[in-house]
């Protein structure tokens, strides 16, 4: 009866332990996660509460878990849950900055319409970029007015300009980064190569447009 007593109560401490190193492991996972999708919401100006986050990743991995393990009667299920619900967040945020990217880029050729207007009508490039800031909707708006923050706080337009290279990725922001830059160190018309850029950016768009026609078709 004592041996009993003893096996029973090891295994209940052994399954305390377990549970209590698990539920460690879980919060570090989530708290680890969290973070980085505040940073990632950052980047694409959504301010979401981090109790509404910790759900985002808690709540599909129980609930799918639970789900199938009920479907599938057994852990299989319980584990092809909660890969699925852990696999969520990272695919929702995913879909979310690629949806940004796409409506970037649709915005490209018209902003640098509006920058090229501007420096022909006399103003300086964060001149440019303000009216942009001001005129232009979301997401490009807010990238130049981030863009504008930041040189005002003291960093330099070059740094500003690599920064918003880094958060919108793309072959048109890459030449237009670079244009911007190497202007800046050659002290060239800015106006003309501005004009050649809108015109490079606009073709390569119209390709685009005309290729995924053809995929339509």
Not at 25 to 50: G, I
Not at 124 to 136: D, I, K, N, W, Y
Not at 163 to 186: A, G, I, Q, Y
Request: a positive charge; proline letters at 4%.
């Amino acid at each position: 009866m004592v041996l009993y007593g003893l096996v029973f109560g090891s295994t209940v401490l052994l399954g305390l332990g377990i549970y209590q190193l698990f539920l460690e492991q879980a919060n570090r996972y989530v708290t680890k996660r969290v973070n980085q999708a505040r940073v990632q919401l950052e980047d694409m100006f959504l301010d979401v509460p981090r109790t509404r986050l910790i759900l985002f990743y808690v709540v599909p991995p129980s609930v799918l878990a639970l789900v199938l393990g009920l479907v599938m009667r057994g852990p299989i299920g319980v584990a092809i849950g909660l890969g699925l619900g852990l696999a969520i967040p990272g695919l929702a945020l995913k879909f979310m900055r690629a949806a940004r990217h796409r409506k970037f880029h649709n915005q490209m050729v018209d902003t640098l319409l509006q920058i090229s207007s501007g420096l022909r009508a006399g103003l300086s490039m964060l001149q440019a970029f303000a009216v942009v800031a001001e005129e232009t909707p979301p997401p490009a708006g807010q990238e130049f007015a981030l863009v504008l923050k930041e040189t005002r706080m003291g960093l330099a337009l070059e740094e500003a300009m690599l920064h918003l290279k880094k958060r919108v990725p793309s072959d048109d922001m890459n030449l237009f980064v670079t244009t911007v830059l190497v202007s800046r160190e050659t002290g060239g018309d800015v106006t003309a190569v501005f004009a050649r850029l809108v015109e490079t950016v606009r073709a390569a768009a119209h390709r685009d447009r005309n290729v995924r026609i053809e995929a339509a078709l």
